[in-house]
């Protein structure tokens, strides 16, 4: 039996897996410890559901999908809006030297996944799938290139497959950070060299300090998101069949950033960083939670294999490389530990991970204001760029 819903049951839908998701979270410890979204709790479940129906009575729930893809474009929209340029280049010397650590793991992931896909008798693109795209990338922008997979390259269930890897990626990625930081912080000497005073701990430290949000900010934000989806798209069509093509999603971000910078630069208007969070997180939530409702988990099951073996290998090399190249390179000490930890957190996962990593270290050893500077700065907005000059480099690759 086929039941469709139309856009506004979609709406409903999704609303209420979100409800439902926030409800798991707060009753379950395990989820809140290890910071799991609740989009993807409660899209998971009721992925699991409709699977038990589908087995028991071979029933199908089929969403409308009108709502996906501009969701999914106001939530890379707003990522763009929020990159205030200045400030990113305030992070300095280690803001360079951690972008750099981070780009060198992305290309190793990229190559370790497709390594171990091809051992598992599966199509490199799936090892892309489990490798920067969903881990590094996250659910928004695993889902996004897992849709370009199914269209352009004829992958089956590639969204699918991408979700999965950045959902059990949610879960690594908060698993090993703490241990990796435990075992690094055995190797920094006493007291705690690099460590930043107390005083200069950031928003992330202390998200409680925030503006209040009134009715013309949201409209100015919606106007704001609106030119970077009808922009991004026009270029995204313009570059269509040549070598620089990119998503939509990706056009739309930079064109986010140079709004944002844009507008700062000639001082006509200062973007309010705390309505596009809101709306961005919004959008993201909503979008997370059709993805995962949608998804047919009786066509993944010949790939648990595969894919529990992709997952293991990537999660060994994460914890091997923030110890054996993070740690050393962003200096050997209580800093580069916690950051370390970090790397765990969004190399897996996602920069809401990393956050919580990171807190749950210097909520037992002290404050490292370097580590939530240029975490989250890389987490939250120039992994998105780098992953996607290294996917699309990647691709460059003769596929059969």
Known sequence: ???????????????????AGRKLVASWRVLNTYSIPEPVVGGLAVA???????????VQIRFDSTLGPPLMLAFFACIGLNADLPSLLRGGRPLVLFLGVVLGFLILQNITGMGLAYALGQSPLVGLLAGSISLSGGHGTGAAWGAVFAERYGLASAKEIAIAA???GLVLGGVIGGPVARHLLTKVPAGRPGAAPAEASTVFEHPGGVRLITAPAMIETLALISVCLLAGQYIARALAGTFLELPAFVCVLFVG?????????AGQYTVFERAVSVLGNVSLALFLAIALMSMRLWELSSLALPMLGLLVGQTALMAAYAIFVTFPVMGRNYDAAVI????????LGATPTAIANMQAVTDKFGNSALAFLVVPMVGAFFIDI???????????????
């Open 48 to 58: 699991l559901l409709f699977w038990l129906a589908h087995a028991a009575a071979d």
């Open 386 to 400: 780098a992953n996607a000059v290294v996917i699309k480099l990647f691709l460059l690759l003769p596929f059969k």
């Open 257 to 265: 950033v140079l709004l944002r910078n844009g507008l700062a630069a």
């Open 340 to 347: 370390a930890a970090g790397h765990c957190g969004f190399g």
């Open 1 to 19: 039996m086929l039941i469709e819903l139309d856009v506004f049951g979609t709406l409903t839908a999704a609303s209420l897996v979100l409800l």
């Open 166 to 168: 950045a959902t059990f």
